[in-house]
């Protein structure tokens, strides 16, 4: 379990960096209060929509990609301050940017390590694309990494550069490409702007305008369901309804007031949210809700009064000490308690739904996902998928956590590349 004071440090590095961060659907209101609670009612109501074939209008109109599990970022494009292309990885938009032209660039950057060989193929390979804005995407593999295997049977092109292990029958014409590709590379987000530092981020990438390579397999996110399959029946339109609509009736009981100091309180809302992903991380289901509030107040409690405790300065015990009280005076009063317990209820009715669209969404696959074990490789499902807004800047991610968080700490560490 992280120190208190390591809480609040991960919640600012997690701030750093212009790229877009992502969200769980479920976590909304322990970020945004009340108003991420609609949002994420709004978010349950186009994909049902969607998912069910109802029209749309434009405002409530929701876009798909796929979440690939690729590593490392990679950012790329020409910088509008000096017109030259350069690559980088998510230090792009760090207040000293550390961005990549030329080989040399690379070296003094990364000077050791993985990230090297992988930003020097980028750095040759991707201007044939002829990218006239920045791009943000994943690199799935690089020269070396992609091999074939047999798996129950059949031949596979296969790629790992993650969890998630990606196959492709040996046979097809996306297989040669990949076999004859030195890096491969999933674009999701674009950045636009006259200036660098001033860039804006959208979600989504549109590739039409670039040219094909037969050095850099390249594509964007976006789910496409060519067969219909990602299609809700009768009965599960109502059931998803009747899920949302319960929601609804539910955050009736909320303490708004709670709720929004809960998400705009740092102190507050990082622990708690740091205490879920634990759990997540754990496999743990927050089935017992009482007993999940009492397991984090407990460790809350402990670790605040440590803090004290290990204080060398009387002043910094004093300061401590009223930190403290204030901060336990908000889990332990009956009202706010009373609204938590409600919080985490809707948490899991937004979770069952969330599951429901992930578990239709997954239908579709056009490209074959297996986790490697020490026994092989057995078939696993892609990591989740992204919803965004019609503006293209609001984005959530849909994941079964608990099912990908299991499979990342099971994962076979040491893979063929």
């Not at 609040?8 to 209101?29: I, P, R």
């Not at 492709?168 to 950045?191: C, M, N, Q």
């Not at 309180?265 to 759990?279: A, D, G, I």
């Amino acid at each position: 379990m992280l120190s208190f004071s390591k809480f609040l440090s991960e919640a600012a590095d997690a701030k750093a960096g212009k790229n877009l961060h992502l969200d769980h659907l479920e976590d909304l209101m322990l970020l945004r209060g009340m108003d991420g609670l609609g949002d994420s009612i709004k978010f349950l109501k186009s994909l049902r929509n969607m998912l069910a074939g109802h029209a749309q209008t434009k405002t409530s109109r929701v876009g798909l990609t796929t979440k690939w599990d690729g590593s490392p970022a990679i950012f790329c494009g020409i910088n509008p301050d000096n017109g030259k292309f350069f690559v980088a990885t998510k230090g792009a938009f760090n207040v000293n940017p550390k961005l990549c032209y030329t080989p040399s660039d690379v070296d003094e950057q990364y000077p050791s390590g993985g990230l090297n060989p992988k930003l020097k193929l980028c750095l040759e390979y991707l201007p044939d694309l002829g990218i006239t804005n920045v791009l943000q995407g994943d690199m799935m593999f690089s020269e070396g990494e992609v091999h074939k295997e047999t798996i129950e049977g059949q031949r596979y092109v296969v790629f790992r550069p993650n969890t998630i292990a990606y196959a492709i029958p040996e046979d097809s014409d996306l297989a040669k490409r990949i076999l004859a590709a030195k890096i491969g590379v999933v674009f999701h987000t674009t950045y636009r702007g006259k200036v660098f530092a001033e860039m804006n981020a959208s979600f989504g990438a549109d590739l039409s305008s670039l040219k094909p390579s037969k050095a850099v397999w390249y594509r964007d996110a976006s789910f496409t369901d060519a067969s219909g399959a990602a299609n809700f029946t009768e009965a599960e339109t109502k059931q998803i309804t009747a899920l949302i609509a319960q929601i609804e009736a539910t955050s009736n009981q909320l303490n708004p007031a709670a709720v929004n100091k809960l998400a705009t309180n740092e102190f507050l809302r990082t622990p708690l949210m740091t205490w879920n992903n634990v759990k997540i991380r754990e496999g743990t289901e927050v089935s017992n809700i009482p007993a999940h509030i009492k397991g984090f107040i407990t460790k809350i409690d402990a670790e605040m009064s440590k803090g004290i405790i290990d204080a060398k300065k009387e002043d910094t015990k004093l300061k401590r000490t009223k930190e403290k009280t204030e901060i336990m005076h908000y889990w332990t009063d009956a009202k706010n308690h009373q609204s938590l317990v409600v919080l985490f209820h809707i948490w899991n009715l937004i979770i069952e739904a969330k599951l429901m669209l992930v578990r239709k969404l997954e239908e579709v696959q056009d490209v074959g996902t297996f986790m490697k074990t020490d026994d092989g490789y057995k078939v696993t499902k892609a990591e989740g998928f992204v919803a965004v807004d019609h503006l293209g800047t609001n984005a959530i991610k849909l994941i079964d956590r608990l099912e990908f968080s299991h499979n990342n700490f099971n994962v076979a560490k040491n893979w063929k590349k």
